[in-house]
């Protein structure tokens, strides 16, 4: 690519390259050697042929032509014959020319006596001829197989490492080479790869129902053991159904590969080309295990990160209101006697507004580890849930005095199974979120609605809404629309989406067509609600 | 019965039973100031020697104790004593504090809590107390708006008397009962609908949404009947 040509090869031309390698489809050596094989009689008779034709034209020149000039044609008809039918073929149009020639061209005539010694020559040299030029041609042919076949062999090679290439995953490896060798082969093939115990574990099966015999598997073993062959046609354990290659890496190997030949044994062209498949698939195999090593500490050292600045802005949201309550409390009790009546209380105010505050913060990380542990229990029980909403806006009473909140709940609103007091702590992060983000006295709406067998939930506010993308990292474990806002952690709406998730429901923030933003959530009504048997008044 | 502002039953005993001498440091300051007398114990044992000897009026009885169970405390108390237990708890301790509270316990705080509340349940329990040992109920019952005549079974909102349902009123007498103190419930489902329904407390739940359309101003926002998160409910007085 990048020689002297390099500018000129598009890639255009490169994909008509592998186009070609592609097409060289595996039957042609296969059937080249069927024609070689089952050919050998058409061959024979299409000498005869030849040699037939020949007498026939000589046949008919003879009154007019000098018996040497006769012989050229037969001799022709060798040439022939030796160029395209092979060595016996010929052999046999040159022996029938010369007999054919001798009984119905020299004296005496019809009959195969010689009288002319001469003749004997001619019918020397024509013989010659005949095994000259068909060893000639048949060692040709020979070498133009060999070269096809390597040129075979190098596209498979080709394609497979191709092919491995551009996949990922060593799962997906082993099963592209796989196929390639079982089409190529014509066998069935297995691949079986070492656990971290070194336990080989069968990836790719050839009968997916039968389990491996322990023999055959016993065999396995050892190639793998070993990092050598076994198996059928080789020194080793010749006696067991498949032949077994290690797929050697380096660092020993790291599985076996496993070949069924359907019909022959293989030759030694076909082992050579089965060994150099077995070697792609394992560097594929080692290419492909690094990377997801490589991945995994990438993922690990990105964890660590994460982990060191969460642990950093954990120690900062709770060192900020320990700052101010030791600041408030110390100067309480060192001005006992100089502190008006006001600044006393407004003291007491901060430390009491703080510890609140601390509280609620040590509260949502317990509640997210608990969460992320899976340690949350949710005890679902069929409950209104108005009286959810209820507990809520009584809890957030003195929060929520400076926004006015519009309840909007159908009466009909059926029983929902809920762990209440989970849901209450969703309502709680959402509305105190509205009432965070919002001026004061903005107005916020809570409504709620069913449908499909779920009872959707939204919280909207009349605020500056959501900034482009915080519709789904709002979410994210300590994200802060505006870290300017003191408060929170970053914690309420990730433990409210842990919450909602953990009831099967849906969760979602989004911006207000009229303005604003709109938090939603769903929860499903699975299950059938307890009967209520309703008294007569 | 808006006695909340009147001064705490003068001088009542209270049995302080915590272990963290920060909180009895806290606890100490507070009720002392509030003129109330205080006993104090770190141990379940040392609290159930105290209570033998000098008969508390009131016990705060923290749930986290170093020797005993705090809901083993309860039930040894409850076996010859109905003096009121108020139960303090940590926010993972919510199954002991409501197993606490089915066992005799009269309130719980869960901690932290502020000094208003703990003094708030003081009173409470400690009237309930009082007026369970006069055993004679007011026949009217009061609070804000809402007027309860329980001799004749008439419920007024603002002088205007409601309907209510058998099972929604038998809900309000119950709660009046307990007035101030929480009601569990398991407590709940016993008393209005029998022992056999402990487990139903969707009935419960759909019943108090009823009393509250009858009786509260906005049920959304109920002032009276407060639900107390995975406990059960309060009618509350203060």
Known sequence: MLGPNGKNRTGLETGRDVLTLHQFPEHDLTSNRNFKRSSSWQAYGIATLIAALSTLIVGVMAT?????????????????????????????????????????????????????????????????????????????RRQADAAHEREWRTANLYSLSRELASSVGTETLIQIAAQHIKNIFDAQIIILLADANGQLVMKISATPT???????????QWVYANSQPAGLGTATLPGSQGLYLPLVTSRGAAGVLGVYPNQVAFSPEQFDMLDALTNQTALAIERSRLAEETERSRVQIETERLRNSLLSSVSHDLRTPLAS???????????????????????????????????????????ITR????????????????????????????QTNTHPITLNLPLDLPLVPIDGVLIEQVLVNLLENAVKYTPVGSPIDLLASFEDHEVKVTVADRG?????????????????????????????????????????????????????????????????????????? | MTDAGTPPVNGSLILVVEDDPQIRRFLRATLTSNNYRLLEAGTAQE???????????????????????????????????????????????????????????????????????????????????????????????????????LAYRKVFIDDSEIHLSPIEYKLLQVLIHYAGKVVTRDQL??????????????????????????????????????????????????
């Open chain 2, 189 to 238: 489902l016993k008393e209005v609908w029998g022992p056999t329904y402990t487990n139903e407390s969707h009935y419960l739940r759909v019943y108090m949404g009823h009393l509250r359309q009858k009786i509260e101003k906005d049920p959304a926002r109920p002032q009276y009947l407060i639900t107390e998160p995975g406990v059960g409910y309060r009618l509350k007085t203060e």
């Open chain 1, 464 to 537: 500056s809404g959501l900034a482009p993308g915080d519709e789904t990292r709002i979410f994210d474990k300590f994200y802060r629309a505006l870290p300017s806002l003191s408060g929170g952690a970053g914690l309420g709406l990730t433990i409210s989406r842990g919450i909602i998730e953990a009831h099967g429901g849906r969760i979602w923030a989004q911006n207000r067509p009229s303005g604003g933003a709109m938090f939603g959530f769903t929860l499903p009504l699975e299950g059938d609600p307890p009967e209520v048997d309703l008294e007569n008044d």
């Open chain 2, 47 to 149: 609290a159930l020697r105290q209570f033998g000897m000098q008969h508390p009026d009131l016990i705060i009885l923290d749930l986290g104790l170093p020797d005993l169970d705090g809901l083993e405390v309860t039930r040894r108390l409850r076996e010859w004593s109905s003096t009121p237990i108020l139960v303090l708890s940590a926010r993972h301790e919510d199954r002991d504090k409501i197993a606490a509270l089915d066992m005799g316990a009269d309130d719980y705080l869960t901690k932290p809590f502020s000094a208003g509340e703990l003094l708030a349940r003081i009173r409470v329990a400690l009237r309930h107390a009082l007026r369970t040992a006069q055993t004679d109920e007011q026949p009217v019952f009061v609070l804000g708006g809402l007027r309860v005549d």
């Open chain 1, 371 to 398: 969460l992320e542990s899976g340690g949350v229990h949710v005890e679902k029980e069929w409950q209104p849930l108005e009286e959810v909403i209820g507990i809520t806006l009584n809890r957030l009473e003195a």
């Open chain 1, 64 to 140: 007019r032509f000098s018996p040497v000039n006769l012989i050229m044609i037969y001799l022709g008809g060798v040439v022939i014959a030796a160029a395209y039918c092979g060595r016996g073929p010929s052999i046999l149009t040159a022996v029938l020319s010369v007999l054919t020639f001798d009984f119905f061209f020299t004296a005496p005539f019809l009959t195969f006596t010689v009288y002319d010694s001469q003749y004997l020559i001619t019918f020397a040299m024509i013989l010659i001829v005949a095994v000259t030029i068909s060893s000639m041609t048949a060692q040709i």
């Open chain 1, 325 to 367: 309550i030791t600041g408030a409390v110390s100067s309480l009790l060192e001005n006992e006697y100089t502190l008006t009546p006001e600044s006393r209380r407004e003291l007491a105010q901060v430390a009491w507004e703080e510890a609140t505050r601390l509280n609620r913060l040590v509260g949502n990380l317990l509640e």
């Open chain 1, 210 to 220: 039968l389990p491996m015999n322990p023999h055959e598997q016993g065999v396995a």
